[in-house]
T-cell receptor, first 116, second 113 residues
C-alpha cells in the first residue's frame, strides 16, 4: 500500500518570501500522479499543482512549483512571493495509475501561516 | 461555485438518529467519492463509485451506508453513529478513466452527540 508523509505539521513564512513544504511517499509502482491540494478555512480542497511521475520536468503553476525527485520519492512544494491568501492547510496526495477511479492517498497535512 | 455541492454544511445528530449527507456534482464526471477528515489524521477514503458501481469499501463500518442513484448524486446514510464518527466528510468527483484530478465539495461538518 502507498503511504504519504508530510513531516512538517506547521510552517510559517513572511509575506513576499518563499517557503518549501516537504512530502515523501512510498510506492512500488512506476506510474502514478502526485498532487498538492490546499484547504483554506472554507474547508474546500483546491488543487494547487499536479505532477505525472513519467515526466521529468517539474510542474509549475504561477507562484507554485514542485521539486519532484522520483528516485528519492520526494515531492516538495515551493511557494514564491507568499501572499496572505496562501495561508491554509496543504495536503500532498498520491494517486496510482493502476486502480479504477481517482482514489487519493493523502499525507497528514502542513498548516501554512503567512505573516504580514 | 465549485461544481461539487454538499449539503448540509453542518450537522449535529444524536447516536440514535438517522440522517443523510448529500453530494451533487455538475461537472459531468462519472466517479464520486466519500472521504473522512478527522482531526490529526490523514484524509481517509471511505467509498468510491465509478460508473455508479461501488469500487471500494475500505472496511467502513456498516453504520455508514452509501448510495449512488446516478452519476451526479451521491449520498451517505448515517445511523447509530458513535462520537468518534464526528469529522468533516468530503465528497469528490472525477472523470474515470482519463481524469487526473479529483474535485472536492466544501464538506459536511458532522458532530455526533
Amino acid at each position: 500500500a502507498q503511504t504519504v508523509t508530510q513531516s512538517q505539521p506547521e510552517m510559517s513564512v513572511q509575506e513576499a518570501e518563499t517557503v518549501t513544504l516537504s512530502c515523501t511517499y512510498d510506492t512500488s509502482e512506476s506510474d502514478y500522479y502526485l498532487f498538492w491540494y490546499k484547504q483554506p478555512p472554507s474547508r474546500q480542497m483546491i488543487l494547487v499543482i499536479r505532477q505525472e511521475a513519467y515526466k521529468q520536468q517539474n510542474a509549475t503553476e504561477n507562484r507554485f512549483s514542485v521539486n519532484f525527485q522520483k528516485a528519492a520519492k520526494s515531492f516538495s512544494l515551493k511557494i514564491s512571493d507568499s501572499q496572505l491568501g496562501d495561508a491554509a492547510m496543504y495536503f500532498c496526495a498520491y494517486r496510482s495509475d493502476l486502480n479504477a477511479g481517482n482514489m487519493l492517498t493523502f499525507g497528514g497535512g502542513t498548516r501554512l501561516m503567512v505573516k504580514p | 461555485e465549485t461544481g461539487v455541492t454538499q449539503t448540509p454544511r453542518h450537522l449535529v445528530m444524536g447516536m440514535t438518529n438517522k440522517k443523510s449527507l448529500k453530494c451533487e456534482q455538475h461537472l459531468g464526471h462519472n466517479a464520486m467519492y466519500w472521504y473522512k477528515q478527522s482531526a490529526k489524521k490523514p484524509l481517509e477514503l471511505m467509498f468510491v463509485y465509478s460508473l455508479e458501481e461501488r469500487v471500494e469499501n475500505n472496511s467502513v463500518p456498516s453504520r455508514f451506508s452509501p448510495e449512488c442513484p446516478n452519476s451526479s448524486h451521491l449520498f451517505l446514510h448515517l445511523h447509530t453513529l458513535q462520537p468518534e464518527d464526528s469529522a468533516l466528510y468530503l465528497c469528490a468527483s472525477s472523470q474515470d478513466p482519463g481524469g487526473t484530478e479529483a474535485f472536492f465539495g466544501q464538506g459536511t461538518r458532522l458532530t455526533v452527540v
